[in-house]
């Protein structure tokens, strides 16, 4: 909505800004008007009239463009937690060619959701898999389900295991 009215605007702030330049040069060569008083005439009305449509047009545009790339990533990051959901476990190379992102951004999306709190399950970065599991299960461990290690806490949401570098991430 906001990147097609800062298009509406820019384009009707070109407008009216040729149709100041045109009259003033019309008026001009008609001789109703003073050289010096068409150039005051086209000043002020491109400061006054056509360049506020622009500055805000752009505005706007910009704007919507942002928000557009903020919805793309909240779909990603929706298509994402659906797919490790209803899977169960996935590999994280399948997520990236499914995303159409790299392993990087998967990685960076998955800590996103735990830091929002909306996704709990664990990875193992080694064998490139993701699991989901219920927050329930995953206080309760203590062992790592890959190695059988003893977990750590890693930071906050976080559990690792030092042995073979599992994450867990509660929420």
Known sequence: ?????????????????AI???????YRNEGSLTAGAATLGITLGLLVLSLPQLAFGIFLLTRGQQEA????????????????????????????IELQVS????????????GMGLYSGYINWEKGVLY???ASQ??????????NGQLT???KGVVQCPFCGTEYFLS
Request: hydrophobic share 50%; glycine share 10%.
């Open 1 to 17: 909505m906001g990147r097609t009215l800062g298009i509406i605007l820019i384009i009707g702030g070109l407008v009216v800004g």
């Open 20 to 26: 100041v330049i045109v009259l003033m040069l019309v």
């Open 69 to 96: 790339a903020t919805a793309a990533q909240a779909s990603k990051q929706r298509e994402l937690l659906g797919i490790v959901k209803t899977r169960g476990s996935v590999p994280v190379s399948d997520l990236a």
């Open 103 to 114: 392993r990087d951004e998967v990685q960076d999306m998955v800590h996103q959701l735990v």
């Open 132 to 134: 989901s599991a219920e």
């Open 138 to 147: 995953l206080r309760e461990l203590t062992r790592c389900a890959n190695c």
């Open 153 to 155: 806490l890693a930071g």
